[in-house]
């Protein structure tokens, strides 16, 4: 069966590289860079193509260049429970190859999108040899940690209406806003942000209906305006 992964040609995309992108790669010494530029590949995946899988032995650590990846778990019944949205230059897969262990979590294309990746013995030979690289690493990892943790606490015991608060603002801080300073830049299908805020889509359409009531939000289709962004952080910070 033919994927629907394709390799983009050098002449169809043209990207920055990577350390002109992420300062996690300003580390890397000239000849470093130069190896890098050799070894990394421009791939495109389309819209809900899986990029990996949960349990899948770890390949390539990937950059995200244009467009939108969800992190995802699977639970009961096959409910998937999103852990972040990834904006562009954002790295992941990383963990699974420095430890050389298989993903813990599975990655999809949200959008049609475009990635760096660069293959596991590449990436840990880089960090192998770079202790600024290394250290780099690590306090990424050591963020996505905290984020981590922050969540379990925001997902587990926060009402749903705090839940959906957080959802709404992990997405502006994310993506921003549309040219008008209102609209969110990120179109989330009600199930999709239900599975952000670890709710039932109805109850994410019915609290997403309260705050639209309230006067803290419009809703047009799948576009979202925020009309009272303090309103939205008293609710989350509240729970």
């Not at 990996?52 to 995802?72: A, F, N, P, T």
């Not at 990424?140 to 709404?168: C, P």
């Not at 609209?183 to 609290?207: H, K, Y």
Request: hydrophobic share 40%; charged share 25%; glycine share 6%.
């Amino acid at each position: 069966m033919q994927t629907k992964l394709e390799k983009m040609k050098e002449s169809e995309l043209h990207f920055a590289p990577m350390w002109d992108l992420n300062p996690l790669w300003n580390t890397l010494t000239e000849s470093e860079k130069e190896q890098l530029a050799k070894d990394v590949e421009l791939v495109h995946y389309a819209k809900n193509e899986i990029i990996h899988h949960d349990g899948d032995e770890s390949e390539y650590v990937w950059m995200l260049l244009q467009g939108k990846v969800r992190i995802y778990k699977e639970g009961i019944g096959q409910r998937q429970q999103i852990i972040r949205l990834l904006k562009p230059y954002d790295i992941f897969g990383y963990r699974a190859c420095t430890v050389n262990e298989p993903y813990n979590s599975s990655a999809s294309a949200f959008e049609a999108c475009t990635v760096y990746r660069l293959a596991r013995d590449k990436f840990n030979r880089l960090i192998q040899g770079n202790g600024a690289l290394c250290y780099q690493v690590i306090l990424m990892m050591a963020k996505d940690l905290a984020f981590s943790e922050i969540q379990t606490v925001n997902l587990t015991q926060k009402h749903i209406r705090g839940r959906l608060a957080e959802s709404l603002l992990l997405l502006l801080k994310n993506y921003g806003y549309e040219e008008d300073g209102r609209t969110l830049a990120m179109l989330l299908p009600r199930e999709d942000l239900a599975n952000m805020s670890n709710m039932t889509t109805s109850n994410a359409i019915r609290t997403l209906s309260q705050f639209a009531q309230e006067g803290l939000l419009a809703i047009d289709g799948k576009h979202i305006r925020i009309l009272d962004e303090k309103a939205l952080e008293k609710i989350s910070r509240l729970g």
